[in-house]
């Protein structure tokens, strides 16, 4: 079955300082993989996928990310965050059924 | 474009009762929309795929009973939380899945607090 894993569930960087979330999944064939940011209290905001094509996608806010074939990483990645970007960090891969399972998060936290 | 919106967004009921919690698809039509739960400081849980006139698909664990989905149009579906207990307080969120396989876009999630 499907699975995604977020090794981290806290990270927190500096204003300004480059920022990578880190995700690994489980999928037999070429995964649909997604990265989501959740703002508390609120639903959950696309900021970007991969389908297929090339491997480094760019999303929205700024963020992108790479998929590693080799390694079954997805890793999201922002040169320079800012303040705003404080939220949590949810990867997913497609699974059966159009559905999607989802990582166990990363809660980002940027100081001043 | 693809915005999903839910009501209410915070709701306190009564042990007992029941709440109903709608999703729409303001702009564009959704056959098929999902059903998560998510508890505090944790990720989402799938409970349900809702096909527009068809019977939920729930999933394993989930009482279906309990948890009512109805999915009457292309815009919108219902999650019924019936005889609520304490234990269903939770964030509700429903997504819509737009054209692509797999892709979804959320609401911004419900807030239940069972007394």
């Known amino acids: 079955a499907q699975s995604v894993t977020q090794p981290d569930i806290h990270i927190t960087v500096s204003e300004g300082a480059s920022l990578e979330l880190r995700c690994n999944y489980s999928?037999?064939?070429?995964?649909?993989l997604f990265w989501y940011v959740q703002s508390p209290g609120q639903g959950l905001q696309l900021l970007l996928k991969?389908?297929?094509?090339?491997?480094l996608v760019q999303g929205i806010k700024g963020f992108e990310a790479e998929f590693k074939r080799s390694q079954s990483s997805f890793n999201l990645r922002k040169p320079s965050v800012h303040w705003s970007d404080a939220a949590e960090y949810f990867c997913?891969?497609?699974?059966?059924?159009?559905?999607?399972?989802f990582g166990a998060g990363t809660i980002l936290r940027v100081k001043s | 474009g693809a915005v999903v919106s839910q009501h209410p967004s915070w709701v306190i009921c009564k042990s007992g009762t029941s709440v109903k919690i709608e999703c729409r698809s303001l702009d564009f039509q959704a056959t098929t929309m999902f059903w998560y739960r998510q508890f505090p400081k944790q990720s989402l849980m799938l409970m349900a795929t809702s096909n527009e006139g068809s019977k939920a698909t729930y999933e394993q664990g989930v009482e279906k009973d309990k948890f009512l989905i109805n999915h009457a149009s292309l815009t919108l579906s219902t999650l019924t939380v019936t005889s609520a207990h304490p234990e269903d307080s939770s964030f509700y969120i429903c997504s819509a899945r737009v054209t692509s396989a797999y892709e979804q876009y959320f609401g911004p999630g419900t807030r239940l607090t069972v007394t």
């Open positions: 999928y037999g064939a070429t995964p649909y």
């Open positions: 997913a891969v497609g699974a059966d059924g159009n559905k999607l399972v």
């Open positions: 991969y389908f297929s094509g090339d491997t």
